[in-house]
């Protein structure tokens, strides 16, 4: 399915995808290491660390390495988790210190032919900072890490 991403307000933006995986399948995509470090690093990096304390108040730190050695890692606090529904976490790009967190809400809602919808809407600092990160090909990357995530759920479906 399309990733499609909109800026609908000032400092909003929001992915949307569809996969063919049920809700709870695609929950444990995303909040169990082992599975994330399927799917989340872009094709040339390698995932460098992955770590989920998921329950509020929890934190996540989620980083790939390039072939050069830089790393590039994101990191947050989970607020609310309400499981195979939504996830509402702080986001930080470590390669910055001293900025202010992005706020993410990820809602995971099921799909009349039994697929889930997700649905990630993020609060940006600044309309400038949002925008740099489009940019900077952030829209490219994140079609990537979805179809990583679409292929990943199918071998999930295969393996139990």
């Known amino acids: 399915m399309i990733t499609l991403l909109t800026t609908p307000a000032d400092r909003e933006l929001v992915i949307t995808r569809t996969f ?5 399948r695609v929950w444990e995509a995303w909040t169990r290491p082992e599975h994330v470090r399927q799917w989340y690093a872009a094709d040339a990096l390698t995932m460098s660390v992955c770590e989920i304390e998921l329950r509020p ?4 730190r989620w980083g ?8 590039i890692v994101f990191s947050g606090t989970y607020e609310e988790i309400v499981p195979a529904e ?4 702080t986001e930080l790009f470590e390669q910055m210190p001293g900025a202010d967190p992005v706020r993410v809400t990820l809602s995971f809602d099921a799909t009349p032919d039994g697929g889930t919808a997700l649905t990630s809407t993020s609060f940006w600092p600044t309309t400038d900072i949002r925008d740099q990160a489009l940019a900077a090909g952030m829209e490219a990357g994140v079609r990537a890490q979805y179809d990583r995530l ?8 295969r393996t139990g």
């Open 57 to 60: 108040g929890g934190t996540w």
């Open 86 to 89: 939504r996830l509402v976490y």
């Open 20 to 24: 063919d995986a049920p809700v709870t």
């Open 64 to 71: 790939q390495r390039g072939p050069d050695g830089q790393e």
């Open 150 to 157: 679409a292929a990943h759920l199918k071998t999930m479906g």
